[in-house]
């Protein structure tokens, strides 16, 4: 199966699904084609098939519409701007176009559809990348529509933020629980668990299938024979952490598991004895920011000016992971910091003060940085603000990333797990999973590494299947179901 594209697909890229791009996809194949009767429409097609039908959406049309709102096909909550259905509807009448599935909005209104051609071929009324973009790039808190709640919660709690140092803390605490009731409204992205992105991807995947002879091939996210990742971080903010971190080190040795530990080197002592024994005993060590005042990445100056210190301390301790204080993040800014990796995007997440999230469990790229996503609640969120007893939303959350093949990163912090509340709940956490085979216990370093491997590999014909080709070969695995 050869498939060619006018128009590269996020969802195949990331997939790994084997694709060319050509000018003129329409026209790469023996037998001539009907000229589309709207332009601006990117194709994918099959060219070893005769008659294939095709796969198209809005490129650059003209004809797309309005803003990126909220939409549903399928149940599955997107936002992206459209194709008026008059257009396509007028069109159906014209060429025999039937509506195969529904796109709603808000309001469960019908506003557009999916279309399908006499011969196969299906239209979409919205372009895919920009759907799946707007959801990992957090572009919906931006939008008109349920970010609305979002955004007065979020201006409401940067004001918290900006007045904590004068607060005591039992007032600090107050103003947090007070605060969470107001964020658990958010109705997008949907808290602990959003699969949006990822059952928009496989429905995306699904609509290539209908137009191809067989399910493209893809290469599996994480190493064989692993279905799933599990990957445990700690932010140390304090010296109380500090004092408290070689405890829960020993908690985690005991049961097989290895952990990232993200330092403040400006906010408490770090001792480069302790750092050289955590890495000797095969722990990680990350840069939780400089000071932890929630200033690192609050303009590109002060990345600037504070970023020869970062890299002094990433350097000294040969640290190639960074997380940022209070999970602040800027898109367009990560990669100016220099690192391997960030890891401060959450999946989902209303409580912290930048709300949101990336909808995504697995890792993703901002330009050549590689993004690991928080993807299970933090311990203070759980435990401090929503005061919940046991592990058991961190358990049930991590079975549920296990179902979807995802990767479920824990961030917790020593400094809380002076409760005994708190290190009981990790405990038991720790012991749900520990002799499971199906996860693969990895450092974030190693997530990210496999994560560039699996980037820089691809699919190859081989005889009557495929082979992978590229530093991934020896260790991933070809699927060709859909994706979780």
């Known amino acids: 199966m050869r498939l060619v594209t006018s128009e590269r697909l996020d969802v195949l890229d990331e997939l790994r699904v084997p694709y060319e791009l050509v000018a003129d996809a329409d026209q790469a194949a023996s037998e001539p084609t009907d000229s589309f009767p709207l332009p601006g429409f990117a194709v994918l097609r099959q060219t070893d098939r005769a008659h294939a039908p095709r796969l198209r959406w809005p490129s650059d049309s003209s004809h797309i519409a309005g803003s990126s709102r909220l939409h549903h096909i399928d149940g599955i909550p997107f936002f992206a701007r459209l194709i008026p259905d008059s257009v396509l509807r007028e069109l159906s009448i014209q060429h025999g176009w039937v509506a195969a599935v529904d796109v709603l909005d808000e309001a469960e209104r019908r506003v557009g559809s999916v279309w399908r051609e006499p011969d196969g071929s299906l239209v979409l009324p919205f372009g895919p990348n920009e759907a799946i973009r707007n959801l990992t790039m957090e572009r919906y808190r931006h939008l008109d529509g349920p970010g609305d709640a979002q955004r007065s919660s979020g201006f409401a709690l940067r004001a918290y933020y900006l007045l904590r140092p004068l ?54 996210p994480w190493p064989g024979p692993y279905s799933w990742a599990l990957v445990l971080t700690h932010d ?78 990433a350097d000294r301790w040969g640290a190639s992971g960074f997380r940022s204080p209070a999970t602040q993040r800027q898109w367009e800014w990560m990669g100016l910091l220099g690192f391997d990796y960030d890891s401060s995007f959450p999946d989902t997440d209303p409580y912290e003060p930048q709300p949101g999230g990336s909808c995504s469990w697995l890792p993703f790229f901002i330009e050549d940085l590689v993004e690991l996503p928080i993807t299970l609640p933090q311990d203070h969120t759980l435990f401090v603000i929503l005061r919940r007893a046991d592990a058991s939303t961190w358990i049930d959350k991590a079975h549920r990333l296990r179902d979807r093949g995802g990767m479920a990163l824990m961030l917790t912090h020593p400094d809380y797990m002076t409760d005994p509340t708190i290190e009981s709940a990790y405990v038991s956490f720790l012991d749900e999973f520990r002799r499971d085979p199906s996860a693969w216990q990895a450092l974030p370093r190693d997530v990210a590494e496999w994560w560039r491997r699996r980037a820089a590999s691809h699919l190859e014909p081989s005889g009557d299947g495929w082979r992978v080709v590229g530093p991934a070969a020896h260790d991933a695995a070809i699927q060709t179901k859909p994706p979780s």
């Open 236 to 313: 140390v903010e304090t010296a109380v952490g500090y004092d408290k971190m070689l405890e829960i080190c020993a908690l985690e040795e005991a049961r097989g598991y290895r952990s990232s530990w993200n330092f403040v080197p400006r906010r408490y002592r770090v001792e480069d004895a302790r750092v050289e024994q955590l890495t000797h005993r095969g722990f990680e060590i990350g840069i939780h920011g400089l000071y932890h005042d929630g200033r690192d990445l609050e303009s590109v100056e002060m990345i600037r000016e504070r970023l020869p210190a970062i890299r002094e301390y």
């Open 167 to 220: 607060l005591p803390r039992r007032l600090q605490l107050a103003m947090r629980r007070l605060f969470s009731r107001i964020q658990a409204r958010t109705s997008f992205p949907r808290w602990p668990f959003e699969p949006a992105r990822h059952d928009l991807a496989r429905r995306i995947y699904s609509f290539v299938v209908e137009i191809t002879d067989a399910p493209p091939p893809w290469i599996a």
